[in-house]
């Protein structure tokens, strides 16, 4: 629950300073330079058109280019974030987490001897505090480095929590839990066939009586904004020098929902920094990450988990407890199978 994925800020992972934009279309003038002479095949030239093609609209849940939970350079920097009480780029500040665990106690949720599923754990924050209370955690995420710390932090207090480093969509297990918990709005972040899939694992994994307790996000939390960019000398994304260009593009659904896209286009010198799908040559590496958002309403989420086999026992609107209201950024949910 440590939310390692996404960044309910994207913009926090910017690198300097940013300049918005002026609005135009990313995809106008590909392969022309401003004068209207024609672009050179190599060098500068090469990288600006495959720059401007890079910034085209996505399609909806295009995915990244390249790893980024699990890129070696990137996680490091995603745990710094995680453990920063003054970002919320990567994890809720400590007291909210406090305030989170103690709602799932009052609520008689976790205590001793409760079996929890954390997914998308982190560095264990939230597995940590479950453990406390003297609950029987099971953390699942992907990134190794976070792990690592997940793990050392449980032996320095002596807590027996099993950490698992696994894609949680895989998820396998058959009503061995008592409580599966998510948060952040990871289940927002997934396609409509990807999302549907792990609420049905999640339903198998837990225990007759069990629930399952998320949060989501609202369309509130992702307003349409301009264009963004960021340089840096070495910095989240990159070692080396770098420029990132931003923009959320946000698409209304139905029923008051929407798709936000935060995608991120990172222009490097090296051809080393593109990974898997970066487009790269001597003048230097493209590389496009997206995070995505289905941005839901109380009565679409309500109609996705029924559809899936939950019952809604109750919303909030932050995973605290706080009271459902019509404006907030987030949806906490607590439903349980059918």
Do not use: N
């Amino acid at each position: 629950m440590d939310d390692e994925r996404p960044p309910a800020r994207p913009a926090a992972l910017g690198d300097a300073s940013s300049s918005p934009g002026d609005g135009t279309d990313a995809g106008a003038g590909v392969g022309a330079v401003a004068d209207g002479g024609a672009v050179a095949d190599g060098g500068v030239g090469s990288l600006l058109t495959r720059v401007v093609a890079a910034c085209r609209p996505p399609a909806p849940f295009e995915p990244s280019e390249a790893p980024f939970w699990d890129d070696p350079y990137i996680a490091r920097h995603l745990l710094a974030a995680h453990l920063d009480e003054t970002s919320p780029a990567a994890s809720r500040p400590g007291a909210e987490l406090d305030r989170a665990v103690a709602h799932l106690a009052a609520r008689g949720l976790a205590g001793p001897g409760v079996r929890v599923l954390d997914l998308g754990c982190g560095p264990g924050l939230v597995a940590t505090r479950l453990a406390r209370l003297g609950c029987r955690v099971t953390g699942v995420d992907l990134s190794e480095r976070s792990l690592d710390h997940a793990r050392r932090a449980a032996l320095a207090e002596g807590r027996e929590i099993e950490y698992r480093r696994a894609d949680f969509r895989e998820l396998a297990d058959v009503g061995r839990f008592d409580l599966v918990l998510q948060s952040y709005g990871e289940l927002s972040t997934f396609a409509p066939d990807v999302r549907d899939d792990l609420l049905a694992r999640v339903r198998r994994a837990l225990a007759p009586g069990g629930a399952f307790v998320f949060d989501a996000s609202r369309p509130r939390l992702h307003p349409p904004t301009g264009r963004g960019w960021d340089v840096s000398p070495g910095g989240f994304w990159r070692p080396g020098p770098h420029v990132v260009l931003e923009e959320c593009f946000v698409t209304p659904v139905d029923a008051g929902t929407q798709l936000a896209c935060h995608q991120y286009v990172v222009v490097d010198a090296g051809t080393g920094g593109a990974g898997p799908g970066g487009d790269a040559d001597a003048a230097g590496c493209v590389t496009t990450y997206r995070m995505w958002f289905h941005d839901h309403t109380p009565a679409s989420l309500t109609a996705v988990l029924e559809a899936a086999g939950f019952a809604v026992d109750e919303m909030w609107d932050s995973l605290a407890g706080d009271p459902l209201t019509d404006d907030g950024e987030w949806l906490a949910v607590l439903a349980r199978p059918r």
